[in-house]
């Protein structure tokens, strides 16, 4: 049995509950994982309210798809790792079939790699989704050059600060964006060459200035509804709109012909769909992620942790959006 957290309908924070759950053997294709700490998305809490883009198979359901931990017991058929060795479990698979918000849980091998020596749990448990995210829209997909322009949206999230990593280490430049004033200097300090409030300045004006008119090569969004419009209009001739999530709740237009560009690319990423779910696209994304980090010029940052019977508080912290950076829930044990 082991600590494991389910909800049982959908609703707010509050219907998530830690209960005792058989975990029982890993099967073919298995690891069985201690997990030790557990990385927060709002793909999560999207699951958890029933507003995801996969519903709920069953209930009670499980949650969760990032995590560090150690290899406790290998399934039949899996080669490449040992028990007792520190891993990280990767957003690679459906929460209707695997949670890790758990003491311990079962989860698919390839969706595990070996946790750089580099990151204690904490730190292995909020570096794969965010940085994933970002190479693999931006330089996987989009093919970032040195010189490029991105504007990002949400850029104080944790794929945001991720984002502008991985910008500024192609030797482009990362344009920020936030809501209010609040988290400029905390933006300004995680390397954005500039950050505009939105709350207060104007979007597009500001961007054209900034690249002298061209606008941005790319524009990474977490936002979409009707925001879509305005960061349209700042996507350089050729350039790509990505969204990446849906914050907003609201329905997103396709703002082509209206703003007389027939030829906007526009398009969704999904880091489950597009990397981690591509084997080939993985092992690149790995090895791009590992060598920023050995490197130095990526650095996760974790705004705040929980502990795991504080799963509710957790969720709710992360949807008041007020983080700076990774929520991070720790397992004791």
């Known amino acids: 049995m082991a600590g494991t957290v389910r909800f049982h309908a959908y609703g707010g924070a509050e219907v998530l509950r830690l209960e005792d759950v058989p975990v029982g053997d890993p099967g073919p294709g298995e690891l069985a994982i201690r997990v030790d700490a557990i990385g927060l998305n709002r793909a999560e809490v999207l699951f958890r309210a029933g507003r995801y883009i996969e519903a709920a198979r069953r209930f009670p359901a499980r949650l969760g798809t990032e995590a560090a931990g150690v290899v406790e017991a290998i399934g039949p058929g899996v080669t490449g790792f040992r028990t007792g060795q520190p891993v990280s479990v990767l957003p690679a698979f459906s929460m209707n079939d695997y949670g890790v918000y758990a003491e311990r849980a079962l989860v698919p091998a390839a969706a595990v790699v ?3 020596e580099e990151l204690d749990a904490i730190g292995g448990a909020a570096v794969w989704m965010p940085y994933l995210t970002a190479y693999g829209a931006l330089v996987e997909v989009g093919g970032l050059r040195a ?3 991105v504007a990002l949206t949400a850029a104080s999230s944790s794929v945001g600060l991720a984002a502008i990593e991985v910008v500024r280490r192609a030797g482009a430049v990362p344009i920020a964006t936030t809501r209010t004033a609040a988290k400029k200097d905390a933006l300004l300090r995680a390397g954005a060459a500039e950050v505009i409030v939105t709350g207060e300045e104007d979007l597009v004006g500001r961007v054209l200035e900034h690249t002298g008119g061209r606008g941005a090569e790319f524009v ?4 979409a509804g009707p925001g879509v419009v305005d960061l349209a209009k700042v996507v350089a001739p050729g350039g790509t709109l990505f969204l990446y999530g849906a914050l907003s ?21 999904a880091v489950v769909h597009e990397t981690t779910g591509d084997p080939e696209r993985l092992r690149r994304g790995v090895a791009y992620v590992a060598s920023g980090l050995r490197t ?6 974790v705004d705040r942790t929980f502990r795991l019977a504080e799963i509710a508080d957790a969720h709710r912290y992360i949807e008041a959006g007020a983080q700076v ?3 991070v829930v720790t397992v004791d044990h």
């Open 114 to 116: 070996p946790r750089p």
């Open 325 to 327: 950076g990774k929520i």
């Open 147 to 149: 010189g490029d322009t």
């Open 220 to 223: 990474f969004d977490a936002v």
């Open 249 to 269: 709740g609201e329905v997103t237009p396709y703002p082509g012909f209206d703003l007389g560009m027939p030829s906007l690319n526009m398009r969704t990423f």
């Open 296 to 301: 130095g010029a990526f650095r996760p940052v």
